[in-house]
């Protein structure tokens, strides 16, 4: 009898280890297979005009595209999850699209010669990135560095002429075109410092951008390091990088003539290495 009862207690507890165990697992598992949501997102979805179902639709969107690999869910798909039904859910796609924070667009693949449609959900993150800049204080320093590009002009700008102004010297949708997505929050604030503290132009910041580009770097780090380096060098313009390239150009191809037969491939490979990082010394450094 008292052995039945330890058999029992022992399996109890075997059983609690066991069920402690498998949730150890689980949870470290979720730290892998996890969703990534911007904080200003949870900041600041009620400045957007959504309330908590159209908010948590949107975070179902996404982790649909982004851990399933379901770029246009089904209604059905919504409902297993949400305490909402058909109808609820019809409605909250026409919300979201009639507010301009969801599109639904219609995909072609040329290998499969099939159409289908996605959703975007990338409307919703460009008017978080407006409020963000707004809430954050940025769109004070944007104006101040819109007027001090526009120093010499006497016409003072409303909100909206200053935003309209703003997208004809923004550099944040150039970068976006570049890196074929939307820019962070840090990200955003990183150009901002480019221009606002080190004072460099929004043409010698395009012209970092795309030397980067051109060597297949789609890194901000990357980016900071050319303009640091050139900030060093004195670089100022896009004409000074210019020149500054053809000056290095010019002794590539003069070391190059001096010595057109290397020892070995290695020799070669080391030259011809030793001279990129000379031009941009990012590769060997850390970032700012």
């Known amino acids: 009898m008292i052995d039945d ?8 507890k075997m059983k609690r280890q066991t069920q402690s165990l498998i949730k ?26 959504l309330n908590e179902q159209e908010m948590m639709f949107y975070l179902h969107i996404l982790n649909f595209q982004k851990t399933e690999s379901k770029s246009f869910p089904s209604i059905s798909d919504f409902v297993e999850r949400m305490t909402a039904d058909k109808s609820d859910i019809m409605k909250l ?15 072609y693949d040329e290998i499969t010669d099939i159409r289908y449609e996605i ?32 120093h010499n002009k006497k016409d003072t700008f409303s909100s909206m002429e200053l935003l309209k102004g703003l997208e004809e010297i923004d550099i944040f949708t150039v ?4 890196f074929g997505r939307p820019l ?28 980067a580009v051109l060597i297949g770097k789609f890194s901000m780090m990357y980016i900071d390091r050319i303009l640091f380096e050139w900030k060093k060098r004195n670089i100022r313009t896009i004409h000074d990088a ?3 390239n053809i000056e290095y150009q010019e002794r590539k191809a003069k070391k190059t003539s001096n010595k057109k037969n290397p020892t070995n491939q290695n020799e070669h490979d080391y030259e011809r290495d030793k001279e990129l990082w000379y031009w941009l010394n990012i590769d060997t450094q850390e970032g700012r």
Request: hydrophobic share 40%; proline share 3%; with cysteine.
């Open 93 to 107: 796609i026409q919300r979201l699209v009639t507010s301009g924070y969801l599109k639904i667009e219609d995909k």
């Open 24 to 49: 150890k697992i689980v949870a470290s598992s979720w730290h892998v297979d996890q969703l990534s949501i911007p904080s200003a997102l949870l900041k600041y979805y009620k400045k957007l005009g």
């Open 5 to 12: 009862i330890l058999i029992r207690r022992c399996k109890v």
């Open 119 to 150: 959703y975007n959900t990338k409307p919703l993150l460009d008017q978080l990135c407006d409020i963000w800049l707004q809430e954050e204080g940025w769109i004070h320093k944007l104006e101040a560095i819109y007027q001090d590009h526009n």
């Open 175 to 178: 970068f976006e075109r570049e």
């Open 242 to 244: 210019h020149q500054a």
């Open 184 to 211: 962070s929050p840090i990200e955003c604030e990183r150009i901002v410092k480019w221009v606002d503290e080190d004072q460099f132009s929004k043409e010698l910041i395009i012209e970092a951008l795309k030397q």
